[in-house]
């Protein structure tokens, strides 16, 4: 086994998230330059769309420019820096289970932790805004979309598996 595990994000889907994001937020601009009679929730909807997917597309762009490992798997824990939320390290000892979750059609691989509020109290600023939002979608306080990773999901829980088993037998 060696020490680490490493994932990268798969390339091909970030580059589709990226134009994705990039027509959302063409949408919120066209959102805006449409006159309605009553502007203000238009106003509001669009600034939010732009807000949101255009903060998404540049961390996309930042992937794709600058390629860092989405999940690293190690004798200390998982690492998530799968999605601009990424939990960053989850020490074996912090987490209870872990699952895989469906939500609107996609695959997440949730790491359900001792703490609920473990990864909203690690974060700061609009990370910390994006956690509460999230908290309430899926029951597990970690997330990672297998769907992004560049490895098969037998692969990455062969890995977690291993490296949770040894760190379990540590422990005791």
Request: glycine share 6%.
């Amino acid at each position: 086994m060696k020490d680490d595990f490493i994932v990268m994000a798969k390339r091909g889907r970030m580059i589709m998230l990226a134009i994705f994001c990039l027509v959302f937020v063409a949408a919120g601009i066209f959102i805006l330059s449409v006159p309605f009679n009553e502007p203000t929730l238009p106003i509001v909807i669009g600034i939010l769309t732009i807000a949101v997917f255009g903060l998404c597309f540049l961390y996309y762009i930042k992937v794709l420019v600058k390629p860092e490992p989405a999940v690293v798997v190690t004798k200390e824990g998982i690492i998530d820096q799968s999605s601009y939320i990424g939990a960053g390290l989850v020490r074996w000892e912090e987490i209870e289970a872990i699952d895989f979750l469906n939500f609107s059609g996609q695959v997440f691989l949730g790491i359900f932790t001792y703490d609920r509020e473990l990864v909203i109290s690690r974060s700061r600023g609009i990370k910390k805004l994006f956690n509460r939002l999230n908290k309430g979608l899926l029951s597990s306080q970690v997330n990672i979309p297998v769907k992004n990773l560049a490895c098969s999901v037998d692969e990455l829980m062969n890995a977690i598996g291993e490296r949770w088993e040894t760190a379990i037998r540590k422990e005791s």
